[in-house]
T-cell receptor, first 117, second 114 residues
C-alpha cells in the first residue's frame, strides 16, 4: 500500500523569507503523480502544484516549486517570498498514473504553516 | 460551472440519527470520491465511484453507504450516526482514465455527532 509521510506537523516562516515543507512517500509504482494541496481556514482544498513522476524537471508555479527526488521518494515544497496569505495547512498527496489506485489520492497528515509578519 | 457542490455546510446530529450528505458536480467527471478529514489524520477515503452504478469501498467505509445513479450526484449516507463520525467530509471528482486530471474538491461539510 502507498503511504505518504509529512514529518513536520507545524512550521513557521518570516514574511518574505523562504520555507521548505518535507514529504516522503512509499510506492512500488513507477508512474504516478504527486501533489501539494493548500487548505486555508476556509477549509477549501486548493491545488498548489503537481509533479509527474516520469518528468525529471521539477515543477514550478510562481513562488512555489518542488524538489522531486524519485530514487529517494522525496517530494518537498519550497515557498519563496512567503506572504501572509500562505498561512495554511499543506498536504502532500500521491496517486498512481493509472490502474486500480488511480481514482483516489493518498494524503499525508499535513503541515501547518504560520507566516510571521 | 459550479464545480463540486456539497450540502449542507454544517450539520449537528444525535447519536443514532441518519442523514445524507449531498454532493453534485457539473463537469461530467466519471470519478467521484468521499473523504473524511480528522485532526492529525489528513484526508482518508471513505467510498469512491468510477461511474454511474459503480461504487467501491475506500480505507474507512464502516458506517457509511453510497450509491451513484447519475454521473452528477454521489450522496453519502450515514446509517446510524456515532460520535466517531464527527469529522469534516469532502466530496471530490476528476475525469476518468490516467493522466494528470486534477481532483476537484467541494467546500466540505462539518458534521458533529452528539
Amino acid at each position: 500500500a502507498q503511504t505518504v509521510t509529512q514529518s513536520q506537523p507545524e512550521m513557521s516562516v518570516q514574511e518574505a523569507e523562504t520555507v521548505t515543507l518535507s514529504c516522503t512517500y512509499d510506492t512500488s509504482e513507477s508512474d504516478y503523480y504527486l501533489f501539494w494541496y493548500k487548505q486555508p481556514p476556509s477549509r477549501q482544498m486548493i491545488l498548489v502544484i503537481r509533479q509527474e513522476a516520469y518528468k525529471q524537471q521539477n515543477a514550478t508555479e510562481n513562488r512555489f516549486s518542488v524538489n522531486f527526488q524519485k530514487a529517494a521518494k522525496s517530494f518537498s515544497l519550497k515557498i519563496s517570498d512567503s506572504q501572509l496569505g500562505d498561512a495554511a495547512m499543506y498536504f502532500c498527496a500521491y496517486r498512481p498514473y493509472s490502474g486500480a489506485g488511480s481514482y483516489q489520492l493518498t494524503f499525508g497528515k499535513g503541515t501547518k504553516l504560520s507566516v510571521i509578519p | 460551472n459550479a464545480g463540486v457542490t456539497q450540502t449542507p455546510k454544517f450539520q449537528v446530529l444525535k447519536t443514532g440519527q441518519s442523514m445524507t450528505l449531498q454532493c453534485a458536480q457539473d463537469m461530467n467527471h466519471e470519478y467521484m470520491s468521499w473523504y473524511r478529514q480528522d485532526p492529525g489524520m489528513g484526508l482518508r477515503l471513505i467510498h469512491y465511484s468510477v461511474g454511474a452504478g459503480i461504487t467501491d469501498q475506500g480505507e474507512v467505509p464502516n458506517g457509511y453507504n453510497v450509491s451513484r445513479s447519475t454521473t452528477e450526484d454521489f450522496p453519502l449516507r450515514l446509517l446510524s450516526a456515532a460520535p466517531s463520525q464527527t469529522s469534516v467530509y469532502f466530496c471530490a471528482s476528476r475525469p476518468s482514465g490516467g493522466g494528470g486530471g486534477e481532483q476537484f474538491f467541494g467546500p466540505g461539510t462539518r458534521l458533529t455527532v452528539l
